[in-house]
């Protein structure tokens, strides 16, 4: 991984604004979906996709690439434009969510989108399938093979009994070469994790289990940068990144609000702005902020 | 339309009403706690979507929240009954029953423990958000469970009397809902008893016999329509409720294969394993007549409007009435 510069992390922001008004767009077309972890999500994506992954969007089927598996499956806009911006397919595509016959299916499914890594959408079994790759990988390439398997997956999801299995295997394998990305927006649909499910700390349960934990606010491209640096150097063991992140990022009315989980702007909620005017709003504050706000 | 099963007279109106039939299933689980003290709801990060927000509300102390964790829910919810609770558990189709299965098999079916699995989402018409939760196996998932009741509701109403039914009964029940507005077929007065199949609608000619139409699910109203359109061409049909898909009501399905001599039956849900798969298995032991079979083949669903998806996935009114001009061409 290249080392990161002031150019660099002006380009990552800039990515992740394209991304953030692409989701808004994407989602506004639809009339359906998720808008809070996809947002939230930006920078992180836009920081995967233009730094940290080793891959060729004109050739995405090179086996030398790093693998990313997304779990949580319903924050596909962000992948998909990540994806789009990267040059994986046309931008103009975006449009076509969740449309019949679009490659870009409500949640990813590699059936229309052979691409992907893996199909997504039910939580909770995307570390382990990665657990899986990562595996088969030391088997035929060894221990040192240069590629990383990365796994996004949400806090929401870490209430499923299965992510602590996959937790468990991960350690007990000392997987090296795998990064779990956890995004640590403290909300799911019923409410804040915190009193759906009380997850307290993401980072110790994860370290009882034998993982090297780094945790980052997911919104500074350096951190970001960085974590995945020192997970890179873990040789004996897995690593997870517990992302702080805001859902809803960047746009006024959606940040840290669980109601905007599975709906897209132009759903009438009560105390939210009028529907009508929500993509405009939402469209307005990402480009007044332009990614020049830091989250120290 | 069947006089004295008091049908919605605007049934076959544009503007017929329309309700979800998960919709049904929240009123009818507040009435059922109202009724009785010892009816319990446990949910998994779903309670909107699930329409159990409505018992969450009146009941605070009565609703258990468990988080996106659909396997434990399953045995929490046996544990619970075992304590003399009646748990509801309500998710998607395709968690509960779908990921839980064998919690569900071993720790509520194996232990015969009364919890009502409720499924919502179950169909293609999810619509856009594709084919990974559209449930088109749960029928199937459930069917398959010794001692389990299997009720696929085809209206709101039907949905709020089922749940108020399977307090009453004993064993494992699941109720199949969906997540779209779909048209109100029966009133308040349509009489409603786990078990028994009911006869919505007979267009019979004197001249020859008609089609049975084995319909469940909303899909049910897709077929009246047909039955309707298919009188001017004098092609008399009679069409069916299969609100219960188990236990079978095998007397009426006889009856009906005697009387019709062939058959078509309709369903939002693969081919395999489901309704047309229960009727097969009866008739081909008890009065084998030509089949056909309205439901999934053997496919994935996919994002899409639900119209779009039902008329991909071949569920539509033309379907029907081809499916029925076909059985009658193998009479
Ligand atoms: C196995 C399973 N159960 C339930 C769901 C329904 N579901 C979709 S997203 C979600 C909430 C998960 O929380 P999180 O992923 O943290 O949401 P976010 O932070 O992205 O809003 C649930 C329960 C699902 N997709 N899969
Ligand atoms: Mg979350």
Redesign the interface.
């Known amino acids: 991984m290249q080392p990161l510069d002031d150019k660099k992390i002006g380009l990552l922001k800039e990515k992740a604004h394209d991304i953030r008004v692409s989701i808004i767009e994407m989602l506004v077309s ?4 998720h808008s809070a972890g996809p947002l939230g999500m930006a920078d992180i994506f836009s920081a995967l996709y233009f730094h940290i992954l080793k891959h060729d969007p004109k050739v995405p089927t090179w086996p030398g690439r790093d693998r990313l598996v997304v779990s949580n ?1 319903h924050i596909c806009p962000v992948l998909y434009a990540a994806m789009a911006h990267s040059g994986y397919f046309p931008v103009s595509e975006l449009l076509t969510l ?5 490659r870009l ?3 990813p ?1 590699r ?2 989108l052979p691409m992907l890594e893996t ?6 079994s995307g570390l382990s399938q990665a657990v899986g790759m990562a595996l088969a990988d030391r088997l035929d390439r060894g221990k040192d093979s240069g590629r990383f398997f990365y796994c996004v997956m949400s806090d ?2 870490l ?3 299965q992510s602590w299995e996959a937790v468990l295997l991960a350690g007990k394998e000392k997987l090296g070469n795998l990064i779990a990305i956890v995004d640590r927006n403290n909300i ?3 409410g804040f994790t915190e009193d ?2 009380p997850l307290g700390s993401v980072a110790h349960k994860f370290e009882s289990f034998g993982w090297h934990v780094e945790e980052i606010d997911g919104h500074n491209f350096e951190a970001i940068v960085e974590s995945v640096g020192r997970a890179q150097a873990v040789f004996d063991g897995p690593s997870v990144i517990v992302a702080r992140t805001i859902p809803g990022k960047g746009v006024s009315y959606m940040e840290r609000d669980f109601k905007w989980h599975g709906n897209p702007p132009g759903t009438a909620i009560p105390g939210e702005p009028d529907p009508k005017e929500q993509a405009k709003i939402a469209l307005h504050d990402l480009r007044t902020l332009d990614g020049q706000i830091e989250h120290e | 339309m069947t006089k004295d099963l008091h049908l919605n007279p605007k049934l076959f109106d544009k503007d017929v009403e329309k309700n979800a039939t998960r919709t049904g299933f929240g009123h009818g689980l507040v009435l059922a706690g109202d009724k009785n003290a010892d009816v319990v709801a446990l949910c998994a990060d779903l309670t909107e979507s699930t329409q159990m927000h409505f018992f969450r509300d009146k009941f605070p102390a009565r609703f258990f929240e468990m988080g996106v964790a659909e396997q434990n829910m399953a045995s929490v919810a046996s544990g619970m009954s075992a304590m003399g609770k009646i748990p509801f558990i309500a998710s998607y189709a395709m968690f509960s029953p779908g990921r839980n299965w064998e919690q569900i098999r071993t720790t509520i079916c194996y232990n015969n423990r009364h919890v009502i699995i409720a499924g919502s989402h179950a169909g293609v018409s999810v619509g856009p958000d594709g084919g990974s939760h559209q449930a088109l196996e749960d029928i199937a998932l459930a069917r398959v469970l010794p001692r389990m009741t299997v009720i696929s509701p085809c209206d709101a109403i039907e949905a709020r009397k089922a749940v108020l039914a399977s307090v009453d009964m004993e064993g494992p029940v699941y109720i199949r809902l969906a997540r779209n507005k779909t048209p109100v077929m029966t009133t308040n007065e349509t009489p409603f008893e786990i078990g028994k199949a009911q006869m919505f609608y007979d267009s019979s000619f004197p001249q020859g016999r008609p089609v049975g139409i084995i319909a469940t699910g909303p899909l049910l109203h897709k077929a009246l329509k047909v039955a309707e359109q298919l009188k001017k061409e004098k092609i008399s049909v009679q069409v069916w409720n299969f609100a219960t898909i188990k236990p079978l009501d095998e007397k009426a399905l006889v009856e009906i294969a005697k009387n019709c001599g062939a058959i078509v039956t309709v369903e939002e849900h693969q081919i395999a394993g489901g309704l047309g798969s229960a009727v097969s298995e009866c008739l081909a032991q008890n009065f084998p007549v030509p089949i056909e079979f309205i439901g999934v083949r053997d496919q994935f669903g996919q994002s899409g409007t639900p119209e779009e998806l039902i008329e991909h996935y071949g569920l539509g009114e033309s379907n029907i009435a081809e499916a029925i001009k076909k059985v009658i061409s193998r009479k």
Do not use: N, T, Y
Request: a negative charge; glycine letters at 28%.
């Open positions: 639809a009339g359906s979906g499956g969740r449309k019949f016959g679009s299916q409500g949640h499914h059936d229309f199909s997504s959408g039910p939580l909770g929401g999801e209430d499923e009994g799911q649909i019923d759906v499910m």
